[in-house]
């Protein structure tokens, strides 16, 4: 793969665009961005030509499968019809009825834009409900990047005092955070023994370390969470942006068995589509009518929500998520295993369709992981095949077992082909 176009593209869109990415961490990718004109099942293609096994797929988004006919057809329909149209349409309640269909805890919810975006909503709930202002964070999880929740983006800083993870934040909205540290009973323990002499309102809890390793919660730690948060009157909420139809069709609650109060879904819940909801119990998302202020032009406009009906139909058919954990399986056990042949090659982890490698020395990062993954970044870029800068690893509905087979023969042509310094250093 030349990649010459994509060098060329990013040039210019560096003249243009600050940083020449419309998100952050996408400058993170080795030798540089991708520039792409398509994209369809798990491959895009590129300015040149090139088609590219797609292990990106948007950072998460596409569950079904890039240009997927039946949200393409959805949204289609709908296009010469409305685009936002600042009204009610029946989108908004038949799309809300398929996603609550879906969710064990869900009642009631709350359309929105982005992750980030609807995290800010969950936790205004949390704090209209208790009274209180202070949340619960655990050390490198990652809730989006808004001042009041970027932050303690390593393991050092559990139980410590919030730092700020960028430039130009805010630090006095980081005195309302407190954190913890994951799968610890008991911290978790001490912290939530003293919730209302400490003011807490909230638990804001990534019940898969998404961004930090891929790590499962322990059974005794998320019913331990539960239980301390309805015995101390502390709001749990879930942030499932990345877990959310992915690990199961209910999430988290399905997967591990225990309900929060609210959660937080995006990416594969419009497969492709800007779209994300806070969904849980009645009682607090009905302050919307009481006093608490939710508000967005582009909340619930019918495009995404069209994308969205049609992403919740696919995902409730028979068999999707059992085919969906066979491939996740297939390319784990492949291509992990290529890695686990390499000394100190690190390790590929994995829950449903999420994976992530953690290099051996245990680091990662959403700019960058360690170990051997920038080496693999760039080097299956030039093999046509995409990874992310993280170490995060999506499969879709689209994947094969041909795509899985050419990547893991690829990944041992490029660690085969390392010189002794390479494998050294």
Known sequence: MALESSRIAFDRTRRSV?????????????????????????HVVDL?????????????????????????????????????????????????EAVLAAVPHGERLLWSNSG?????????????????RRVVKFASSYHG?????????????????AMPASAGQSPSVLDDLVMARFNDVAGIETVLGAAAERDIAAVLLDPVMSNAGVHEPTTEFLTTVRSLCDRHGVVL???EVI???????????ERYGVRPDLSVFGKAMAGGFTQSAV?????????????????????ANPIALAAVEAT?????????????????????????????????????RRIGSLMQYVPASGGTGLHGTGGLWGEILAGMLARGHHFMPSGKVFLSAAHTETDIESTATALEQLLGARTPEKEQS
Do not use: C, K
């Not at 600050?18 to 798990?42: E, K, T």
């Not at 877990?243 to 609650?253: H, P």
């Open 243 to 253: 877990t959310g139809f992915r690990i199961a069709r209910g999430g988290a609650a």
């Open 279 to 299: 969904v849980g119990r009645a009682d607090l998302i009905d302050q919307v009518t009481t006093g608490v202020t939710h508000a967005g032009t582009f909340n």
């Open 312 to 348: 919740m139909a696919a995902l409730a058919e028979p068999g999707f998520y059992d085919a969906l954990e066979t491939i996740s399986a297939t390319f784990h056990d492949r291509v992990g295993g290529v890695l686990d042949s390499v000394p100190d090659g690190g390790s590929l």
């Open 18 to 42: 600050g940083g020449g990415v419309g998100s952050g961490l996408r400058a993170a990718m080795l030798p540089h961005p991708l520039f792409v004109r398509g994209a369809r099942g798990a």
């Open 145 to 161: 990047w808004h001042d009041t929740v970027y932050a303690g983006m390593d393991e050092l800083a559990a139980y410590g005092p």
């Open 237 to 239: 909420i879930f942030d």
């Open 116 to 132: 980030t975006e609807a995290v800010q909503v969950a936790l205004r709930l949390a704090r209209a409900a208790t009274g209180r």
């Open 48 to 96: 040149d030509g090139d088609r590219y096994i797609d292990y990106v797929l948007a950072w998460g988004p596409i569950v079904l499968g890039h240009s997927d006919p039946r949200i393409v057809t959805a949204v289609a329909e709908m296009l010469p019809r409305m685009q936002v149209v600042g009204t009610g349409h029946e989108l908004e309640y038949r799309a809300a």
